[in-house]
């Protein structure tokens, strides 16, 4: 199995408003970051958070896990941030258990998604912590290739001619507001460290058999390969993301060598990560891939290759 992946794109994404700031007044403010470009100047631009893509993966994982009868904590179930913490029958198996080894060999068999998506462990006056196998960066626009606007919005009130006002919280009346929207090219980065399914970090072993090993990997790729199909995220009612396109490299270990990553804010970040990957193969021979894609339809091939792969 493939112990370590890695992908660094560029995604395209018009009129979204996936993470915002928050709101002031009638105005909702969306979330800006101060980077360095490739050029090593500093820019202000749009962005999407580790916490927000992190989110969508782990409901798509969630989902898939259902779908495939994987284990899932009460909590996971329910999408519920609190996760295992929110599981009673879980703890109630603890017995009074303290001892972090011990609470790690239970927990990982017990929940996929606490396995792959990580958990701190606080009930009952516990400080467990179990490290994420997934690992988002920001979704980070291109200064010269994204936008953001403000665009104008009222709630039509027949009873505006009548001067009828609204006193009571209720938020019955016309409302003027002002919602945000953003398009352009992202880049993206995402690390994938499938060694460490079922793995007790402790005692550095595996508490789960190769086969559910397998099974969770399976669910995990195509729970980022569905991140980048359906974004979920906020004011998807109505301003539902346009997905223009992803273009990338993936590139991926059979071995303790890290895959290597390069932000698409570099402009040869491609060529990059294949250089790279070639250079390492020169003392770890035939042990890193790269393989660069153009499209959404290629990198879903790319994904499900890795996928049936597994088997």
Not at 109 to 131: A, F, H, Q, W
Request: aromatic share 8%.
């Amino acid at each position: 199995m493939i112990n370590n992946l890695t992908i660094s794109g560029l995604l395209t994404l018009d009129m979204h408003a996936l993470n915002n700031e928050g709101g002031e007044g009638n105005q909702l403010q969306t979330r800006m970051v101060h980077i360095v470009d490739g050029e090593g100047e500093l820019q202000v631009v749009n962005a999407i958070s580790g916490d927000m893509l992190k989110h969508i993966q782990a409901e798509h994982l969630a989902n898939v896990s259902i779908g495939k009868s994987l284990a899932l904590c009460d909590g996971c179930k329910k999408l519920d941030a609190n996760r295992i913490n929110r599981d009673d029958t879980f703890f109630e198996k603890l017995d009074g258990e303290k001892n972090s080894t011990k609470i790690i060999d239970q927990l990982l068999p017990y929940c996929t998604v606490d396995d792959l998506e990580g958990i701190m462990i606080t009930r009952d006056n516990r400080s467990v912590s179990r490290k994420s196998v997934v690992e988002f960066g920001w979704l980070v626009g291109l200064p010269d290739s994204t936008r953001t606007e403000s665009y104008f919005h009222v709630k039509f009130d027949n009873n505006r001619a009548a001067g009828s006002g609204d006193q009571t919280g209720a938020n019955l009346g016309q409302n003027i507001f002002y919602r945000p929207a953003s398009s352009g090219k992202y880049a993206v980065v995402v690390n994938l460290e499938l060694s460490r399914i079922g793995f007790n970090d402790i005692t550095r072993e595996y508490v789960l058999t190769d086969e559910e090993r397998v099974n969770r990997a399976k669910a995990l790729l195509e729970s980022i390969l569905f991140t980048f199909i359906k974004p979920l995220g906020a004011h998807r009612n109505t301003q539902n993301p346009h997905i223009l396109g992803f273009e990338g490299v993936l590139s991926f270990s059979n071995s303790t060598v890290p895959a290597p990553s390069i932000s698409a804010l570099n402009s040869n970040y491609r060529e990059e990560v294949e250089g790279i990957v070639g250079q390492l193969n020169r003392i770890y021979e035939g042990k890193l891939e790269a393989k660069k894609f153009d499209s959404q339809v290629e990198f879903t091939q790319f994904m499900t290759d890795l996928i049936q792969e597994l088997d």
